[in-house]
């Protein structure tokens, strides 16, 4: 499995295909509190809508799964099970209570001296997926390379990648964790790493990521005694100075030293920590941002990043560097490389639908609809499934928004789907159709149901059935509810189609799909296939799913790979948060932007699951 979503996703990059963008994603559709929340989907025939899916209780994750995940960590010896335990005691502890907690942390710290590298590496990453203040030290000193840094990884230096994941790490503490206090102390850290001369490509790359995920206060905070005397603690005192710090950087003789990387993922960065600011420092980012995107000389990959980070900040109001901003993004979507207009189509669609703060009216989305709406039929074949997608995403954030009339781009991109015959586009289309249905009308809704269906069954591409699956699971099309319990019985051999037809079902409220999924998880014999049902009981399963899944990686008698993936499935389905550990750092990625700790030899951070 593992080796197969390398490939997949190593064509995708190479071919900057829509569908690895998709991948990054989509789950924040497909867990979207929106779905989660939507009424239940009424059945005629069968009964009484099953209650929502339960979950395992705190107190019987805390009794049954930690300590099992705790004696696995200690006694097993292959790499791949410790690399899952260690992603899994992470998730399961941020339900932990303080003494736990401290117990978790020891347990993970204890494996960053591993002699296997990916292991340690993995140790280092989960003290941030743990979302626990006292993590904050070690992986500070881990980045810095200090002496007790040294002492934790049992190295005379850090290596360059532990300090890379120690990066991500502080970054997804500093999301989880909402403490102007920590936050100061996480973005001084990451600051230094960036202002050192000694620190390499990934390490800057991680760094830069991880500072957009650590917004120090908007409210000037005084920081602590401890922090008083650090040469950059104006920059950490208020987001405005935070900005202003970063801005240098990226744009003042220093930027030289910063590679295309490092600063593609410094524009996006930027995008995140100006969405909200205040005025003044917000619109100085977003000026810097139209620049970098707009200048000739830079590298194309940097310009299309700074398209991105542009869509995080921009709003559909009527201000005038949001006008600016929504102008500048229509015109990057006719223009420039291929990547370019791509990330710019699909910055536009999310920032023109975006609610401006402190009742500003939100009046600026119209016309941005009406240049996608365009572009759709004029793009060039390779753009327009990213017109599509720019368009579903749209119509789904107007509609959330409270704006009305959504069935014009559901009738465009309905009828585009009905044309398209290819089977590298046609997920696409199919996904933007259920994205832009939500909230239309009951008739053209159910004309676009009996499409996917009708597309589904044509289509024999296990990549586009899957996705097309996804769009019907998302616009809950019950008419298609015995195509997909075949499709889950018949993908025993294809991992990713077995996926998508199970967060279907579970869109869908199938009440028997937890029992099938435990019923292919004890009856399959190739370990791939038990592999794929673990990791999708974690995904879609009920509390049900918790005892075969403890048997499972508990079962020496099972290949290493089957009894990772059910220890992953069973650190998803024991986490409060259905998504991916890694969704605030993949959401809105330049990942045309790769280092080898980002992506490279199933070892970078894009790899683990």
């Known amino acids: 499995l593992h080796t197969a979503y390398r490939r997949q996703r190593q064509m995708c990059i190479r071919d900057r295909h829509w569908s690895h963008w998709w991948n990054l994603e989509r789950d924040r559709f497909l867990w979207s509190p929106e779905l989660l929340r939507r009424p239940p989907i009424a059945r005629s025939g069968d009964g009484a809508v099953p209650p929502r899916l339960r979950l395992p209780s705190d107190a019987a994750t805390m009794r049954d799964v930690l300590p099992v995940l705790l004696t696995i960590l200690a006694k097993e010896k292959n790499g791949d099970i410790q690399t899952a335990a260690l992603i899994a005691l992470g998730r399961v502890g941020s339900r932990a209570g303080a003494p736990r907690r401290q117990t978790i942390l020891q347990a993970i710290q204890g494996r960053m001296k591993s002699s296997v590298q990916e292991v ?51 970054g997804l503490l500093a999301e989880q964790v909402d403490s102007p206090d920590l936050r100061q102390r996480v973005a001084l850290g990451l600051m230094d790493a960036l202002e050192s001369k000694q620190m390499r490509e990934d390490v800057n790359v991680a760094s830069i990521i991880a500072l957009g995920l650590c917004p120090v206060p908007m409210t000037p905070h005084v920081p602590s005694a401890e922090l008083r005397k650090h040469r950059n603690i104006e920059s950490a005192v208020s987001r405005s100075g935070q900005l202003s710090w970063l801005v240098r950087r990226l744009t003042g003789s220093k930027s030289r030293s910063h590679s295309s990387a490092a600063q593609a993922h410094g524009f996006v960065a930027l995008g995140r920590l100006a969405d909200g600011a205040w005025s003044g420092s917000r619109a100085k980012a977003m000026d810097t941002l139209v620049d970098a995107a707009t200048s000739r000389g830079s590298d194309k990959h940097v310009r299309a990043a700074a398209w991105i980070g542009l869509g995080r900040v921009a709003t559909g109001s009527s201000e005038p560097e949001d006008v600016a901003a929504l102008k500048a993004l229509t015109k990057g979507m006719l223009m420039g490389q291929p990547v370019e207009r791509r990330f710019a189509a699909i910055s536009l669609a999310q920032a023109s639908s975006r609610v401006p703060a402190n009742d500003v009216p939100f009046d600026g989305y119209a016309s941005p609809r009406r240049a996608l709406l365009l572009r759709l039929g004029s793009a ?135 029992d099938v999924l435990i019923r292919t998880l004890v009856d399959a014999q190739a370990a791939s296939t038990r592999a794929a049902a673990a990791a999708a009981l974690g995904r879609v399963g009920d509390e049900r799913a918790v005892e075969p ?17 059910g220890i992953v499935g069973l650190g998803i389905l024991c986490d409060d948060d259905r998504k991916p550990w890694k969704t605030p750092m993949v959401h809105a990625m330049p990942y045309f932007a790769l280092t080898g700790t980002l992506q490279g030899e199933g070892a970078g951070l894009l790899d683990i699951l």
């Open 120 to 170: 340690s590496e993995t140790a280092v990453l989960s003290l941030g997926i743990l979302g626990h203040e006292s993590a904050a030290a070690p992986l500070l000193a881990i980045l810095g390379d200090t002496e007790e840094g040294r002492r934790l990884m049992g190295e005379a230096r850090v290596t360059t990648r532990a300090q890379a994941f120690a990066a991500f790490g502080l």
């Open 380 to 514: 060039p074949s390779q753009d327009e499934p990213w017109i599509a997608m720019a368009l579903g995403i749209n119509a789904h954030a107007l509609h959330h928004a409270g704006v009305p009339d959504a069935d014009a781009t559901a009738r465009a991109l309905t009828d585009r789907l009905r044309k398209e015959r290819g089977t590298s586009q046609i997920g696409a289309f199919a996904i933007a159709v259920s994205l832009s249905h939500v909230g239309t009308d009951k008739r053209p809704t159910d004309l676009s149901k009996a499409l996917l269906i009708q597309k589904f069954k044509r289509t024999k591409d296990p990549a586009a059935r899957g996705q097309i699956v996804l769009a019907m699971g998302m616009l809950g099309t019950l008419e298609a509810r015995q195509d997909l319990q075949d499709l889950l019985r018949n993908s025993r051999f294809e991992p990713e189609l077995l996926w998508s037809s199970a967060v279907a079902l579970w869109l869908l409220e199938e009440p028997t799909l937890t």
């Open 549 to 565: 899944l403890l048997e499972l990686i508990q079962d020496e008698t099972t290949p290493a790979a089957a009894r990772a993936f």
